[in-house]
């Protein structure tokens, strides 16, 4: 069988793929895909017990491995190793700082992060885990916690994965791919059963990552839908809605790096500054600019308090929902964006690449959270309320909910499910390039239809997954997909440092 590339060249398609990987990864995708349809009316209640199994056997994990991961690259960027340049001393950057962080912010976190804005901050100040509900207390800990889950640790994760794969290919000559992070550990052996069974895992963790923040983004998008259009808010029109915008993003991934994902980005990070403009200017200006200097420096203040908490005191479970899930989450998406980062970052030294990846995307997740998440707490304190009300009732709505309070509540409304949906083009198109370099062994000129194959199997596995048991089901996807990620990366940390250390000795020049 032979496929036309992009190119128009003719590549033979067992020769595009690393079969090793292509194929068991499709299995076990294509098989939970087939069994979570087949058992559909009991796979929800295996999810529920996967999730609370992970949960309380391995949430400090989590904990430990975030905190570790962030110190750890905190102290790379401030190192004797923070002038080398990815690629070599005269390597340059493929892509303007703008774009840069535009396609770090929309390929990580930009779906989700832009619905969540108000329902995780309300939600937390109206069920908080410690402390009393509803009050100014209440409403300073949600902002802490949201910061947390959106910030620095989750970053971290993703800068420490994305440094790993980008020195070993632009400093060490190796394949774009997750096996290569353990070179220094494992050398040859990298390129038989052990590495296959790492990209194998990295592909999977990446489907179930993706496929999570795929779910999650699409039922606000159907919130959205329903306000505007009347369109009933259920698993069948998600399913459909998963199937128009997947074939959007097909269109996406044709295009290619530069003419695709690097278009959408920048417009989608355009829709999301005039969202931000839009709301200080109608809505509480001045409380919304103090509260965002406040509670950005409540955060930094509190940080490791709040990021080494563990509720162990109190007996409960609110972090199984909440704080473990996010953390898996971002272990999970780790070699998708991860991969992608490394593969936009040639020509940043170690110093730049940290500071951006870190302060870059932290600040615009602060600056969101704070905007949309701080005038929802004035309605709640000083003006009519409901916010928590419609946020219990239906966690997708907590964004529609504020902006119907404010001017031009229809056009808002459809400028966000709008930018929702570019928002889950690029997420889509930028899994794809990653999942088909992973399979490929790091091959740039693959044929599009792999790309196309992709990019459908991630539409699937979203809608059983929504299918398959809602929001239970998504966050079971990313728990139990990020456990074997997250002692991955650990065990990085010493690989990228020991490689590291060698480079220095070996390059005494400056690499500024």
């Known amino acids: 069988m032979v496929i036309k590339d992009s190119k128009s060249t003719q590549v033979p398609f067992l020769k595009s793929i690393q079969p090793w990987v292509f194929f068991p990864s499709a299995g076990l995708i ?105 009050t100014l207390t209440a409403a300073k800990n949600a902002l802490n916690l949201s910061y947390l889950h959106w910030g620095l640790h989750g970053w971290g994760v993703y800068a420490l994965m994305g440094l790993a794969i980008a020195f070993f290919k632009y400093n060490k000559g190796l394949p774009l791919g997750v096996r290569w992070i353990l070179y220094p550990l494992l050398g040859d052996r990298l390129k038989g059963p ?39 808010i259920s698993a069948n029109v998600q399913v459909i809605l998963i199937g128009i915008i997947t074939i959007c993003a097909t269109a996406s991934v044709v295009s290619g790096l530069h ?30 600019l103090g509260s965002t200097v406040q509670s950005t420096g409540s955060y930094i203040q509190s940080l490791i308090g709040t990021a080494t908490w563990m509720e162990v005191y109190r007996g409960t479970h609110w972090m199984d929902s909440w704080t473990f899930f996010y953390w898996a989450w971002w272990f999970a998406w780790a070699p998708f ?30 600056v ?42 229809y056009l808002s409304i459809f400028f966000v499910v709008l930018a929702g949906v570019i928002f889950f083009v690029t997420s889509s198109d930028s899994g794809s390039l990653v999942i088909d370099f992973i399979t490929s062994g790091g091959r740039d000129d693959t044929p599009v239809k792999l790309r196309i194959f992709w990019a459908l199997i991630e539409g699937a596995v979203a809608s059983v997954l929504v299918l398959g048991g809602g929001l239970i089901a998504l966050q079971t996807g990313s728990l139990v997909t990020g456990l074997p990620v997250c002692v991955l990366m650990l065990v990085v940390c010493y690989s990228i440092l020991k490689a590291l250390k060698k480079y220095k000795a070996e390059n005494k020049e400056s690499h500024e």
Request: include cysteine; proline fraction near 4%; glycine fraction near 10%.
């Open 368 to 409: 969101w959270i704070s905007i949309f998440g701080n005038t929802a707490f004035y309605v709640e304190l000083f003006g009519p309320g409901g916010i928590s009300e419609a946020v219990q009732e239906n966690i997708n709505t907590g964004l529609y909910s504020l902006l119907e309070l404010y001017p031009l509540p």
């Open 259 to 288: 003419n695709g994902i690097q278009v959408l980005s920048k417009i989608a990070s355009i829709m999301a500054i005039t969202l931000m403009a839009f709301m200080v200017i109608v809505g509480p200006t001045l409380f919304i």
């Open 30 to 134: 294509v098989l939970f895909v087939t069994l979570t349809l087949i058992f559909q009316e009991s796979v929800g209640d295996l999810f529920e017990s996967a999730q609370s199994y992970i949960s309380t056997r391995f949430g400090w994990l989590y904990v430990l491995a975030v905190n570790v991961i962030l110190i750890f690259c905190i102290y790379l960027g401030f190192s004797r190793y923070k002038t080398i340049r990815l690629g070599g001393k005269d390597a340059k950057p493929e892509f303007s700082t703008w774009a840069w962080l535009s396609m770090l912010f929309n390929a990580g976190i930009g779906l989700v992060l832009m619905f969540y804005a108000v329902a995780e901050p309300v939600s937390h100040f109206s069920n908080p885990p410690y402390g009393e509900a509803g």
């Open 337 to 366: 964006v991860g991969l992608f980062i490394a593969r936009i970052s040639r020509g940043r030294t170690i110093r730049e690449f940290m500071m951006g990846v870190l302060l870059g995307p932290t600040a615009a997740s602060i």
């Open 194 to 232: 052990i590495g296959h069974f790492i990209d194998t895992m990295a592909v999977v963790a990446t489907m179930f990552g993706l496929a999570t923040t795929l779910g999650l983004g699409i039922q606000h998008i159907n919130s959205g839908m329903e306000y505007l259009f009347n369109i009933p």
